[in-house]
């Protein structure tokens, strides 16, 4: 299938004007006649210049790296990563307008090969009367990693300046030639005072106020979660609603349904998430950790998978600090097989909190990483013989057993004994953290390391 194709203006890199586009002035800036009342508000509403862009002042502010660029007559290949409504295919078509680059625009989900190498030839004609090509691929992630590497020859040459636009993380969704042929452009989701500059021309668009109290506006604003083409058409909604009282906050999330909150469980947002919650829980902070816990369920995610990666943070960043953390956690996870949603995920809550509000330690986890490397090292060296079995004769000839001292006939409990090969030194790998519970395990050490070294003397 042919992907949508756009082509407008032409000139080499700021060489000259680009063709004006007149869809998106409905006050009719620059002289442009007012776009059909058929189109989306999002559309009309469209920013006509870099400057009518909201949310993005860190990329086109005065010092916004995309500002430099341009300010320097130079566009290099770019991939703009951001989520949905953000503004990336809008700054694309306005840095070609900028740039004075012929604006050609495919998206992956549609186009093919065939798609691909007729846009390039088209450029390679452009190019050699002097004209530029600013090619746009959306969703440019869903293309596989051979297809990927068909834009490197034309980006490499300057056939076409790509602009990529991708809402997956490209260090994992773009295979390393391209990205190290184009410069990532982080586009943040739209704050509050973006998504009411949004809110204020949508009004003046439009002629009339939003029929919104002051928390029904808030509440919009939040409704649409970062996303300014959601807002806008939920815009459209409220107002083709008949005359009546301003709606609340209330009233409006009876009528509007909220935008599905981004998650997707195999891709970046399940990572960032889970290292959220794992993270405020080593900070022993359990409110943030409740937060982020709920959003992964808002999300989609299989309370499963938050079950285990909390008894993995039970044994590794509590440990010995609370012995009972890590048994909270397996009757946790096992209360939640044995009740299912929606009733057993206030025990992985219960769990949550209580990791949260835990004394930390991960002496075990570090003990356990240094008692790896040093059986690594120490390669097939043999326990001491007097702590080794003698089933047979020979074995108790060979010496083993020989020596032995069981503890529990010892003076309070303890031998003092080595237990290490003799061919190595004894290594202190579990130092516990003097925390909750580890304070007591410390003392004990303490007074077990006194005794060895003076029956050992």
Request: overall charge neutral; hydrophobic content about 40%.
């Amino acid at each position: 299938m042919t992907g949508r194709r756009d082509e407008r203006g032409s000139g080499d890199l700021f060489g000259g004007p680009a063709a004006v586009d007149t869809r998106h002035d409905p006050a009719g800036r620059r002289g442009r006649s007012a776009p059909p009342r058929t189109q989306p508000l999002a559309d009309r509403l469209r920013p006509a210049s870099l400057d009518e862009v909201v949310g993005q002042d860190h990329l086109l502010g005065r010092d916004g790296a995309l500002r430099r660029m341009l300010d320097r007559g130079t566009l290099a290949s770019l991939i703009l990563w951001g989520g949905p409504g953000v503004g990336k295919t809008t700054i694309a078509r306005l840095l070609a307008d900028a740039a004075g680059l012929r604006f050609v625009q495919i998206s992956a989900v549609f186009s093919g090969v065939a798609d691909l190498k007729r846009a390039f030839e088209e450029a390679r004609q452009r190019a050699a009367i002097g004209q530029g090509t600013l090619l746009f691929v959306d969703e440019i992630h869903r293309f596989n990693r051979a297809q990927q590497d068909g834009f490197l020859p034309v980006v490499e040459d300057g056939t076409v300046v790509l602009v990529g636009a991708t809402t997956e993380n490209p260090s994992f969704a773009l295979n390393g030639a391209l990205l190290s042929r184009c410069q990532v452009m982080v586009l943040r989701r739209l704050d509050d005072d973006a998504l009411e500059r949004l809110l204020c021309r949508a009004e003046a668009e439009s002629g009339r106020d939003l029929p919104l109290t002051a928390d029904g506006r808030a509440t919009l604003r939040a409704m649409a979660d970062g996303d300014g083409r959601y807002l806008l058409n939920m815009v459209e909604q409220v107002l083709a609603l008949p005359e009546g009282p301003p709606l609340d906050g209330q009233g409006l999330s009876a009528l509007l349904a909220r935008r599905a909150v981004l998650y997707d469980k195999d891709r970046e947002e399940h990572y960032n998430l889970i290292s959220a919650l794992h993270k405020s829980l080593r900070g022993s902070d359990p409110d943030a950790a409740l937060y982020w816990f709920a959003r992964m369920l808002e999300g989609g995610e299989d309370p499963r998978f938050i079950a285990r990666r909390l008894t993995r943070f039970a044994a590794e960043d509590v440990g010995m600090a609370d012995p009972q953390a890590l048994p909270l956690a397996v009757a946790a996870w096992e209360t939640y097989e044995r009740l299912g949603s929606p009733e057993g995920e206030l025990a992985l809550a219960q769990l949550v909190v209580h990791l949260g509000t835990a004394p930390k330690s991960n002496a075990i986890y570090t003990a356990y990483k240094a008692a790896r490397r040093l059986a690594k090292a120490t390669g097939s060296l043999m326990p001491p013989a007097h702590i080794l079995n003698a089933p047979t004769g020979l074995m108790k000839d060979l010496g083993y057993g020989k020596g032995y001292e069981y503890d529990h006939d010892s003076e309070e409990g303890f031998s003092g004994q080595n237990y290490f090969p003799d061919e190595m030194r004894r290594e202190s790998l579990y130092r516990p953290s003097g925390r909750g519970f580890e304070a007591e395990i410390a003392r004990r050490l303490d007074r077990w390391a006194r005794l060895r070294e003076s029956r050992q003397s």
